[in-house]
């Protein structure tokens, strides 16, 4: 009974952490295109109301210029003073945001982009057996910090101490890993052949 009310329990935040950023991207988009919106309003003003695909032109204006700026942010962010702007920010304050670099590598490996920050996947035994774990740091050159994430939500879990002995190394990424402990374990049966 407690292993399912934690299963319930894991998975209700799993969906907490998941909508949150999307709501809040939501807010903002919204809020954008108000301002957008009164912005174009003068410019097709003086046009004659036109819709294409049923959307008046002010907010196909407004889409596409929403559009146009997300994809300059992008540009943008790609900049070496962007990039060092961001790690200024990860640093001083979003490090001090419980999880924030671990959500973010997880992000990543969710979406595909390559990051040199993946977290290297290993297998730590725990009194049930072998699980899944990530290499968060090397404490000295014996013991190392990790990170045991639950099933089926990878947001939660633990952080451990282990020694070098205690590990094994498994050669899989980190998007194969979150994948597999999502589904509770399938799939592992080819990503672990011929590793336990």
């Not at 988009?29 to 097709?44: A, D, F, H, R």
């Not at 993946?118 to 035994?125: A, C, G, R, Y």
Request: charged letters at 20%; glycine letters at 6%; proline letters at 4%.
């Amino acid at each position: 009974m407690k292993s399912i009310l934690k299963i319930m329990k894991a998975t209700f935040l799993g969906g907490i952490l998941f909508l949150a950023p999307l709501a809040v991207l939501l807010i903002v988009l919204e809020k954008g295109y108000v301002i957008i919106q009164k912005v174009t309003l003068p410019l097709v003003k003086n046009m004659p109301r036109v819709h294409v695909l049923g959307i008046a032109l002010q907010e196909l204006i407004g889409i596409i210029i929403i559009i146009l700026i997300c994809f300059t942010a992008g540009l943008l962010a790609r900049t070496a003073k962007a990039k060092k702007l961001i790690q200024k920010l990860e640093n001083g304050i979003l490090s001090f945001i419980p999880g924030y670099s671990f959500m973010k590598s997880m992000n990543e490996s969710i979406m595909g982009f390559e990051s040199k920050e993946d977290l290297k996947v290993i297998l730590v035994p725990t009194d049930a057996g072998w699980q899944f774990a990530f290499l968060i740091e090397q404490i000295d050159e014996n013991n190392f910090t990790v990170f045991i994430p639950d099933a089926p939500n990878p947001w939660s879990g633990s952080v451990c101490f282990v020694q070098k002995q205690d590990i094994k190394e498994v050669d899989i990424t980190q998007k194969q890993a979150l994948a597999s402990i999502r589904k509770l374990g399938y799939g592992t049966k080819e990503l672990l052949k011929n590793k336990l």
